[in-house]
């Protein structure tokens, strides 16, 4: 089992900045992909970026250029700093990590940790 706690959230200011943290711990070997998601009110769970344990990254469209994800290895932390944000920005966000449980990729979600946006 792997939790993962989420840190960061918070309201911020249309044109601000947060930075999000996501701590894995538990069974947190062998995870080989974590990310971020969001899911705004009435809106399907989307993906906002996630990063390989080699480090390869992907976005979504929506905030490439203004998002960037990280990642410590030896603390089993994400990070997203996300800025230049926007009120479509608002949603509850949920820190993922998949991990692979012999060769089976089992994913994990957090708590998620709201962001607002006010315009």
């Known amino acids: 089992q792997v939790q993962l706690v989420e840190s960061g959230g918070g309201l911020v200011q249309r044109g601000g900045s947060l930075r999000l943290s996501c701590a894995a711990s538990?069974?947190?070997?062998?995870?080989?992909?974590m990310g971020w998601y969001r899911q705004a009110p009435g809106k399907q769970r989307e993906l906002v970026a996630s990063?390989?344990?080699?480090?390869?990254?992907n976005y979504a469209d929506s905030v490439k250029g203004r998002s960037t994800i990280s990642r410590d290895n030896s603390k089993n932390t994400v990070y997203l700093q996300m800025n230049s944000l926007k009120p479509e920005d608002t949603a509850v966000y949920y820190c993922n990590a998949v991990r692979l449980e012999r060769v089976t990729p089992v994913t994990y979600w957090g708590q998620g940790t709201q962001v607002t946006v006010s315009s």
């Open positions: 990063i390989t344990s080699g480090g390869r990254t």
């Open positions: 538990g069974s947190s070997s062998n995870i080989v992909l």
